[in-house]
C-alpha cells in the first residue's frame, strides 16, 4: 500500500499525559498536512509542511501542540497535557508540486479520545 | 473571508434514487478551486473532482455529476441510480491560491437497499 499511512488508527489517554502521533506521507509527495477533524464536522486546518520547513500554523494549533518533519519525509503531531477538548480525529494529507492546486490524499486518521 | 455551506446535514434516499448534494461557498477571490471528497466508514477522505474557478463546465464521471455556477456560488455533487456503496460522509471544500483548504461541515448520505 503506498497510500498516506498513519499510526496508531486510535489512541485512548487519560488527561494530562502526552500523546504523539505520526504520518507517513506519500514517498515523493513534497507538502504534508495536518488536520483535526470532530464529530460531524469537516476537517479543520493545523499545520503545513513544504518538504521539512513548517510554512503555516493555525490559531487552533495551541503550544500544547507541535509537528516536525524533520526529513521532508515522515511527520510528528505531538499534544502534550491532553485535554479532553482535544479528542477528536487527526488527518494527515499530503499533495504534489509547487503550486497550492493539488488535490490532497488522506490517509485515515488517528482518532484520540482523552478521558 | 471564504467560508461552505453545505445545508443539508443528513439525506436518506432508497437505492437507485438520484440525489443531489448541495454546495454554496464564499470567496472575493477570483482565482480559487473547489473540490468534493468522499469519507467512508474507514475514515479517509477520498478525492472526487477539483474544479477552477475559470472552468464552469459541467462534468460527469459515470453516475457522477458536478454543477458548477458561479453566479450562485455554487457547486453541486449529483449522483445518478445510488448504490449502498455511496453511503458515505460528502465534503465539498474551498482552496484559494496560497490559503489552505476550507472545508464543509458535510453531509451524510445514507443508501439504503
Known amino acids: 500500500d503506498t497510500g498516506v499511512s498513519q499510526d496508531p488508527r486510535h489512541k485512548i489517554t487519560k488527561r494530562g499525559q502526552n500523546v504523539t502521533f505520526r504520518c507517513d506521507p506519500i514517498s515523493e509527495h513534497n507538502r504534508l498536512y495536518w488536520y483535526r477533524q470532530t464529530l460531524g464536522q469537516g476537517p479543520e486546518f493545523l499545520t503545513y509542511?513544504?518538504?521539512?520547513?513548517?510554512?503555516?500554523k493555525s490559531r487552533l494549533l495551541s503550544d500544547r501542540f507541535s509537528a516536525e518533519r524533520p526529513k521532508g519525509s515522515f511527520s510528528t503531531l505531538e499534544i502534550q497535557r491532553t485535554e479532553q477538548g482535544d479528542s477528536a480525529m487527526y488527518l494527515c494529507?499530503?499533495?504534489?508540486?509547487?503550486?497550492?492546486?493539488?488535490?490532497?490524499?488522506f490517509g485515515e486518521g488517528s482518532r484520540l479520545t482523552v478521558l | 473571508a471564504q467560508k461552505v455551506t453545505q445545508a443539508q446535514t443528513e439525506i436518506s434516499v432508497v437505492e437507485k434514487e438520484d440525489v443531489t448534494l448541495d454546495c454554496v461557498y464564499e470567496t472575493r477571490d477570483t482565482t480559487y478551486y473547489l473540490f468534493w471528497y468522499k469519507q467512508p466508514p474507514s475514515g479517509e477522505l477520498v478525492f472526487l473532482i477539483r474544479r477552477n474557478s475559470f472552468d464552469e463546465q459541467n462534468e460527469i464521471s459515470g453516475r457522477y455529476s458536478w454543477n458548477f455556477q458561479k453566479s450562485t456560488s455554487s457547486f453541486n455533487f449529483t449522483i445518478t441510480a445510488s448504490q449502498v456503496v455511496d453511503s458515505a460522509v460528502y465534503f465539498c471544500a474551498l482552496l484559494r491560491r496560497g490559503q489552505n483548504f476550507v472545508f464543509g461541515p458535510g453531509t451524510r448520505l445514507s443508501v439504503l437497499p
Open positions: 509542511f513544504q518538504n521539512e520547513a513548517q510554512l503555516e
Open positions: 494529507a499530503s499533495s504534489l508540486g509547487r503550486e497550492y492546486t493539488g488535490e490532497l490524499f
